[in-house]
């Protein structure tokens, strides 16, 4: 009786006491969730800088802009420009319309001492087909232009022949229909090496340079078969077209190469194979390497950034604030993506950090990569920076910013979402130390940085352009590539010159150059730019006798940035200095 009594007051205690405590539980979580972290789509603290109006001056023309000097430029009499893509290469075609940067000193003088606005000025550049010549003009004032004035001397100290121009869409529709013609001309050849007929055909991929001197414009162009991941799927068949004359009625082409085998002429290939004394290619087909679906399906999603306060950076025009950082920025579809001014703490460190030019060069037997070298601003970088997808190509919360440009189109167009900005966590402290020897404690600070970043699609390579704002006051500009290898088709001789990644296809040797420009401005103009090496000295050890010791020394070399351009190339990293 005692016993069960005494159990059932047990019991009921453990009962009120478990319920009062999941009654506290609640309680306490409800006060306490108050106080944790909650994502928060507002700033809920505000930003460190400012954005500055000024920055203006470094930014791309607007649409608004392009057209006025399109329409200013299709006014002018004299220059008979047309802005037809399917303009005839002996026409005069407005190429490309982008800012005219402001002079260094002059924009100083705007930012530190109050100067005036400077002007805002385009820079066109005309392909005179009609006199044969390339040249570049600056069109201003904006918003309503009244003068345009030839800079082609003035800048490059040269005049540069037509023959030198870039490729345009309205030349590749000519050189396409002039390939179709050599197809229809090996017609029997063309389907059973590489079963082209009425509905299938190849696709062509140009080398550079296109010839070995001045005035040549002589491609070598290689085909590769009409399926996903076209660049690794060589056919084995390369012809090389002089297209140096503004009329295509008369290009012509000047040597093929089937299967490893040069002929001078289509009849020679053509006579060679009916003859059966050419190693014939047999059409075959062959499995999909190239495609860029996933191979399997993701597991979950994946981690996500978020801010858990806002953004701690904000973006204006083309004025970025972050922490103590702030700069301005700007994407030319030549060159490529820009920031300027660069501040922080409200000081300059940067004038201008830049992306100048995308080098490859590469190994082969075959012409089509023998010779050649991609300068990928002869064509142009910035042009390529097309929309960014969304977790993919950046967090999905980042900042999209559309861009416009006018690279040989009719008319401006819009890149929509081709920056993005945004900060993330590297997953690294910035610094931190712990404490073991001498006292027992522990400092450290969580690494976030923000990016400023574009991607360039340059025919197979794409290109990922980052500049990276540090809390330290560090500036980082990285590059990295992906998309596609070049490749060429695998013929006797050819395994010297890189690796076979699928049957018949050989993955060409190859090295990439990167260069930017840095104008690094700290504390004033007048900046050293300073390199520190290593080397080994053999000293005595003043403490012993006829002992010595090979111990590390300092090398230093310093360099006026103001008096000298500096690049510096290596693979994969190249940086230019005070230009
Ligand atoms: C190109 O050359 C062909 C043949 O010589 C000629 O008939 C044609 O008019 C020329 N076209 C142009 C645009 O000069
Ligand atoms: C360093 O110098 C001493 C004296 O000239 C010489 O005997 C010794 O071999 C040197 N050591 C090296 C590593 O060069
Ligand atoms: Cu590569």
């Not at 019991?11 to 539980?25: D, E, G, P, Q, R």
């Not at 068949?237 to 009625?249: C, M």
């Not at 006579?271 to 597991?299: C, F, M, T």
């Not at 990644?501 to 993955?507: D, I, P, Q, S, T």
Request: hydrophobic content about 40%; some cysteine; overall charge neutral.
């Amino acid at each position: 009786m005692g016993e069960h009594s005494m159990n059932s007051c047990t019991k009921w205690t453990l009962v009120l006491f478990v319920l009062a405590s999941i009654i506290l539980n609640i309680v306490l979580i409800g006060i306490r969730s108050g106080r944790a972290p909650k994502c928060s789509a507002k700033r809920v603290h505000p930003l460190r800088r400012e954005h500055d109006e000024r920055s203006r001056v470094f930014a791309d023309l607007s649409r608004d802009e392009y057209l006025q000097v399109q329409r200013y430029l299709l006014r002018q009499k004299d220059l008979d420009v047309s802005t037809s893509q399917i303009a005839e290469p002996s026409d005069n075609f407005l190429f490309l319309i982008e800012l005219s940067l402001p002079g260094k000193a002059q924009v100083l003088a705007y930012l530190d001492q109050k100067g005036a606005d400077p002007t805002r000025e385009a820079t066109a550049v005309v392909f005179h087909g009609k006199q044969g010549l390339v040249k570049e003009y600056v069109v201003g004032p904006l918003p309503n232009p009244t003068y345009y004035r030839d800079v082609t001397q003035e800048r490059y100290q040269t005049q540069i022949p037509i023959t030198a121009r870039t490729v345009t869409i309205g030349e590749y529709k000519l050189l396409f229909t002039f390939l179709e013609g050599v197809f229809s001309r090996l017609g029997r050849l063309m389907k059973e090496s590489f079963d082209v007929d009425r509905d299938k055909t190849l696709n062509a991929f140009e080398q550079m340079p296109r010839g070995v001197q001045s005035g040549d414009r002589k491609t070598w162009i290689s085909f590769f078969r009409d399926v996903p991941g076209v660049y690794i799927h060589p056919v084995g068949f390369e012809v090389l077209v002089n297209h140096q004359s503004l009329n295509a009625s008369a290009w012509t082409v000047e040597r093929l190469l089937y299967n490893g085998q040069y002929f001078n002429s289509m009849e020679d290939l053509q006579h060679q194979y009916d003859a059966g004394s050419v190693k014939k290619i047999v059409y075959k087909e062959s499995p999909g390497h190239g495609s860029l679906r996933p191979r399997n399906k993701p597991l979950q999603i994946g981690p996500q950034l978020f801010y858990a306060e806002g953004k701690r950076y904000s973006v204006s025009h083309n004025h970025v604030v972050y922490l103590d950082w702030s700069f301005a920025f700007g994407l030319s579809s030549l060159t490529g993506m820009r920031v300027f001014d660069v501040r922080f703490g409200g000081e300059r460190i940067l004038y201008e950090l830049s992306v100048q030019e995308a080098m490859s060069v590469y190994g082969s037997v075959t012409p089509g990569m023998m010779l050649t070298k991609f300068l990928d601003s002869s064509i142009g970088i910035g042009r390529f920076a097309h929309e960014l997808v969304r977790g993919v190509d950046c967090p999905h919360q980042a900042t999209y910013l559309d861009t416009y440009r006018y690279i040989d189109v009719p008319g401006p167009v819009r890149f929509r979402n081709s920056i993005c900005v945004f900060e993330h966590s590297t997953g690294q402290p910035l610094r931190r130390h712990f404490s073991d020897f001498f006292h027992n404690s522990y400092g450290g600070m969580a690494n976030s940085a923000l990016v400023f970043r574009t991607i360039t699609s340059i025919g197979n390579y794409d290109y990922m352009w980052d500049f990276i704002f540090y809390q330290s006051g560090s500036v980082e500009a990285k590059v990295h590539a992906t998309g596609y290898i070049s490749s060429s088709y695998l013929v006797d001789g050819n395994l010297r010159f890189g690796h076979q990644v699928a049957e018949n296809v050989l993955g060409n040797i190859h090295t990439h150059f990167v260069n930017f420009k840095v104008d690094l401005d700290v504390l004033g103009v007048k900046n050293y730019f300073q390199t520190k090496d290593m080397k080994y000295v053999n000293m005595s050890l003043p403490w012993m006798t006829e002992r010595w010791a090979l111990v590390p020394q300092l090398v230093e070399q310093q360099l006026k940035t103001e008096q000298v351009g500096l690049c510096f190339w290596t693979s994969l990293t190249v940086v230019c200095i005070g230009l």
